[in-house]
């Protein structure tokens, strides 16, 4: 049963893009797509992090095939491992950023967490791997969008890297250290400046 309300609502999906020629949101189920980073990255410069991450749908509908795109931007100071990159070569992907920045269709249909056609609850995990290039690192993101997803607010989550050996403290941004003028100063200068220009404008009357 579950299947057959799959495949009707996939195929009364497809007939306003089939007579339109191009996709329309309104052709697309209602759902809501989440992302969820249950583990973050860790590990020393020269090593590999891994970051484990969840794709829900919670519901109600199952999305289409091919509708559903995602986007990783590596965390600043990492690059993707070459391991991760071979693992899209079944999507269409697009590198904005070489071994940085990556734009993917899911090629698959993403079905409710709570209503698969195997009638097992579950939902999608997935592994991310970062080889760290840096001592500091900067936060990146993994993003998934769907025409018409019904909160979107949930569609994105922050990837983090911890670099073996380094503190947070030693990657906090350093205060500025160069010297400023006091008030006085300023003063002084500003009426030299202005006795200046008068001796200027009288040489050159």
Request: aromatic share 8%; hydrophobic share 40%.
């Amino acid at each position: 049963m579950r299947i057959r309300r799959a495949l009707i609502a996939a195929l009364l999906g497809c007939l306003p893009m089939m007579a339109a020629g191009v996709p329309a949101d309104a052709a697309l189920a209602k759902t809501d797509l989440a992302v969820k980073v249950t583990s973050q990255g860790r590990a020393a410069v020269g090593k590999t992090a891994t970051i484990l991450y969840e794709i829900h749908n919670l519901g109600t509908q199952p999305t289409m095939s091919a509708t559903v795109w995602f986007e990783v931007q590596a965390p600043g100071g990492t690059v993707f491992d070459a391991s991760t990159e071979r693992g899209w070569s079944g999507y269409k992907c697009t590198w904005l950023t070489p071994h940085k920045r990556v734009r993917c269709r899911n090629d698959a249909m993403i079905y409710p967490d709570n209503d698969n056609p195997s009638g097992v609850y579950g939902f999608s995990k997935k592994l991310l791997y970062f080889e760290v290039k840096a001592k500091c690192t900067t936060p990146g993101r993994f993003t998934i969008s769907y025409g018409n997803d019904t909160k979107p607010s949930n569609n994105s989550a922050t990837l983090r890297v911890t670099v073996d050996g380094v503190s947070a403290a030693a990657c906090a941004a350093k205060p500025s250290t160069s010297p400023k003028a006091s008030p006085q100063a300023a003063a002084e200068f500003g009426s030299s400046g202005e006795r200046l220009a008068v001796a200027r404008a009288v040489i050159v009357s």
